[in-house]
């Protein structure tokens, strides 16, 4: 296979950093471009690592500045963009959605623009053949709305119905990209992922919340009466995912990528209290390291567990059929939830100046040194 030159939008992020460090690791004569405008989720200490390796650079900057991303397709003789960059929490989407259409709509639209200009307008124009390419969107299972509890799960053929301003803003963003293609002859490819968890997960989202609450000997709040159900898929696994929709996938082909792996959740977060009390009484250095965790020194970190009034348009189920991605393109998870869930958890009791920088807002100070063009 002749070696990429990648560009990752949206690579500081959780799951843009997470998949950053699996394709370095992996494709060693691969070069990968990071291109982040640094909003709040992302975070250069997700890409420290990153910089001893002469494969990798980072550009401060905005998918929605086309003449940026113009420039960068070019000087890097990029043929492959991987599109992480969205916001993604839809707490925030709710109180405030105007971000989301901006980065969501408006971002991959001019980035689809600045693709089809470089890859196929200018080549045309100049009596050369179009550059081979992929464009590959990375989406979410919440573009097809909610499920009921005995209901089948989402496979690429089920209509879309998202119910938050954030799923609608993907929905969209997924059209766009669908339209690309048939208009204009962009090389695309979509996935749709379930729940992603790991290292870098930003502390706001559900299963580092938990466990650096309870580390803080902070209530944990459940929404609503907990119930509601989603997929989980190691974020690793959604990297190897799209290594293999990247080399095995059809153009035009939207692929579902799902853990097979459904839980409530009042039941991770059940598990996850449980794993850290364990660790608690089998280690004397966790003792010693968070003191102030009080209720896990007890053995009870459940006990900080609150409900708390559900929000407004809560999906009760999210659930991946991944049948297709198996059957075509051979994927299947490497790694169990109970496994998952346990490495995750090992990193954040070992990474606490990662996810102190963030709750403390010290990490921004990071963020603002790379802030340059």
């Not at 390419?133 to 053929?157: C, I, K």
């Not at 449980?274 to 209720?295: C, G, T, V």
């Not at 958890?345 to 996810?355: A, E, I, Q, S, V």
């Amino acid at each position: 296979m002749n070696p990429r030159n990648i560009l990752v939008t949206g690579g500081a992020g959780f799951i843009g950093a997470s998949f950053t460090h699996y394709w370095l690791n992996k494709f060693k004569n691969d070069r990968i471009i990071v291109l982040d405008l640094l909003t709040y989720a992302g975070n250069m200490s997700n890409l420290s690592q990153c910089y001893e390796n002469n494969r990798f650079e980072f550009i401060w900057g905005d998918i929605g500045n086309s003449d940026l991303v113009e420039s960068i397709l070019v000087k890097h003789s990029i043929d492959t963009i991987v599109h992480f960059a969205a916001e993604s929490h839809v707490d925030r989407s709710i109180l405030s959605p105007d971000a989301f259409i901006q980065t969501n709509i408006n971002g991959t639209f001019s980035l689809l623009n600045a693709a089809k200009k470089v890859w196929i307008d200018t080549p045309k124009e100049n009596n050369q053949p179009v550059i081979k390419h992929r464009f590959h969107h990375v989406s979410t299972d919440e573009v097809y709305g909610s499920l009921l509890p005995n209901e089948a799960a989402f496979t690429e053929l089920t209509p879309y119905s998202p119910n938050s301003p954030y799923s609608a803003s993907k929905a969209a963003s997924d059209h766009l990209v669908r339209s690309y293609l048939h208009t204009y002859g962009l090389q695309v490819t979509t996935s749709n992922c379930s729940n992603n968890y790991g290292s870098f997960h930003f502390p706001e989202k559900l299963i580092p919340l938990v466990i650096t609450n309870v580390l803080q000997n902070k209530s944990i709040p459940i929404y609503g009466d907990g119930k509601q159900i989603r997929d989980w898929l190691y974020v690793d696994d959604h990297a190897l995912g799209i290594e293999l929709v990247l080399n095995k996938g059809k153009v035009g082909e939207t692929y579902n990528i799902g853990g097979n792996n459904e839980w409530t959740n009042i039941d991770i977060v059940k598990l996850i209290c449980s794993q850290i009390d364990l660790k608690f009484a089998e280690n004397s250095y966790l003792r010693e390291k968070y003191p102030q965790a009080f209720a896990a020194l007890s053995g009870d970190s459940a006990s900080l567990v609150r409900f708390v009034t559900d929000r407004p348009g809560h999906d009760k189920r999210y659930a991946i059929d991944a049948s297709k991605s198996e059957s075509e393109l051979n994927y299947r998870p490497t790694k169990t939830f109970e496994e998952g869930i346990v490495m995750t958890l090992d990193w954040y009791l070992t990474n606490d100046d990662w996810w102190q920088s963030i709750i403390d807002g010290s990490y921004l100070e990071t963020n603002s040194k790379y802030m340059i063009i």
